[in-house]
């Protein structure tokens, strides 16, 4: 498996991310989009066989089990700037009040490449009442440049079969 490339910006996309509804006070049925640190990366198959699969299905966590899983695991630089701009560990699911948006393949066939997506939620642009306010735009973009401080790790049924480190692009193509 090959890291083909691995990006990072601030997102305030509503086709993206979507919109929550505020459903009560003076702004009652409008919308509000929030703002995400969001991750675009493409991994590519470079054995003869498929990697993951789609037999195992898990309705409960709306997944594959024998699929590949992707994580981003921030290095301790990163996990103190998440606590100093946010107050807590973004990348901890646990933790993360505003949640996690995702898409992935769990499966990718022998010299074809998967795109897998991560949109850390980080709270609205204006006040309402139905999402916290993100902090300030620099705060943002510091979180922002202190984002590649991690490593990118690829499980499949539990296992880990790959580990990138996205301080070090180098390594890609």
């Given at each position: 498996m090959s890291l083909e490339s691995a990006t990072v910006d601030l997102?305030?996309?509503?086709?993206r991310l979507g919109s929550i509804g505020i459903t009560s006070g003076?702004?009652?049925?409008e919308f509000i989009v929030p703002i995400a640190l969001s991750?675009?990366?493409?991994?590519?198959?470079t054995g003869k066989k498929a990697l993951g699969g789609m037999?195992?299905?898990?309705r409960e966590k709306f997944k594959f089990d024998d699929g590949i899983e992707v994580h981003i695991e921030?290095?301790?630089k990163l996990k103190g700037v998440s606590e100093e701009v946010m107050g807590f560990n973004i990348y901890n699911e646990g933790e993360n009040e505003f949640g996690i948006g995702r898409t992935s393949l769990p499966?990718?066939?022998?010299?074809?490449?998967?795109?897998?997506t991560f949109d850390f939620i980080l709270g609205g642009l204006e006040e309402n009442p139905a999402l916290k306010i993100a902090p300030p735009i620099e705060q943002l973009e510091k979180l922002k440049e202190?984002?590649?401080e991690a490593n990118l790790i690829v499980f499949i049924e539990g296992k880990e079969i790959a580990r990138f480190?996205?301080?070090?692009?180098s390594n890609i193509d």
């Open positions: 997102r305030n996309d509503e086709e003076e702004r009652e049925d991750y675009d990366i493409v991994l590519k198959n037999e195992k299905i898990n921030p290095n301790e499966l990718i066939e022998p010299t074809q490449e998967g795109k897998y202190h984002a590649m480190d996205l301080s070090d692009l």
